[in-house]
């Protein structure tokens, strides 16, 4: 008999132990740029080649950085764990896919990918997306945008998500700040729906309400010490 399906959801937060910054932790900016400025879509229909900019220089940083413990550990719990686990991430980077693990919904987007907002084709690109690039698919020039959900627009594999919250037994949230509407709520969806809830963070945050439990640390020595107790002994209950 498989044991429930175990539901984590990863934010900045993460990533941090892997040199890449967190986003609210420094007032709103992200890598030194108001938030207004590169991530929301009024941003890039405003300005697209600084919002492009901004994407291309923060690629390569992304693409070099290497996962870290708490990566790895969440691969492990996939690999030996008797149940489902997914990931939910709200990360653009692709530390979990270089972990190794599988499974994994993109809710933000992904800093490798483009889309066109002529045909809606999604383009992978390690190279520079700007406003001269064309569709490989349509052939339309200056229609690409980089594949990151800004503020204003909708999450990507939302059914899923659904699904999945709502069928877990346990929910873990690591390294969120929880202010960032809707996976803020994805805690309280899942409690509502049956699930143990545990939060991953450095700190008490603003969204701790839904939580069953706390544990504070840094998530590449928390998760890790976690992952090593429930493979220990897999429980039904939590
Ligand atoms: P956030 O920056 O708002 O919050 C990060 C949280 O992680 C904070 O609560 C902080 O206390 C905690 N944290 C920091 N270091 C930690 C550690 N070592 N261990 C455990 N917790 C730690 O991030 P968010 O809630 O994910 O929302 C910001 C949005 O910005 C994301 O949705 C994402 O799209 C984008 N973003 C992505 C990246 C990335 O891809 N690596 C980086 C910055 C921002």
């Known amino acids: ?31 030194n740029h108001p938030v207004e400025d590169v991530a929301t879509i009024e941003a890039f229909e405003r300005n697209p080649e600084y919002v492009h900019d901004f994407y291309n220089e923060l690629k390569p940083e992304l693409n070099r950085a290497k996962p870290n413990a708490a990566h790895l550990a969440i691969t492990r719990l996939q690999n030996e764990y ?17 972990a190794g693990s599988q499974n994994i919904c993109h809710i933000h987007g992904q800093i490798n990918q483009a889309v066109c907002l002529n045909c809606g084709q999604v383009l992978e690109t390690f190279g520079d997306v700007n406003t001269e690039t064309v569709c490989p698919h349509c052939q339309i020039q200056g229609m690409m ?21 709502k069928n877990c037994g346990l929910f873990l949230s690591i390294g969120t700040s929880g202010v960032v509407f809707p996976a803020a709520d994805f805690v309280r969806i899942a409690k509502i729906c049956g699930a143990k809830t545990y939060e991953f963070n450095l700190e008490e945050t603003s969204n701790n309400w839904y939580f069953d439990k706390h544990i504070y640390g840094k998530a590449g020595t928390t998760v890790p010490a976690f992952v090593d107790e429930l493979l220990k002994e897999p429980s039904d209950n939590f």
């Open 1 to 31: 008999m498989p044991k429930p399906a175990i539901v984590i959801l990863t934010g900045a937060g993460i990533s941090a132990e892997s040199g890449l910054s967190t986003f609210r932790s420094s007032n709103g900016l992200w890598n």
């Open 82 to 98: 008797p149940g489902e686990v997914h990931i939910i991430t709200q990360n653009v980077d692709t530390l979990h896919e270089k």
């Open 145 to 165: 945008k980089p594949n990151i959900v800004f503020f204003g627009e909708n999450l990507l594999c939302m059914d899923k998500v659904d699904e999945l919250l």
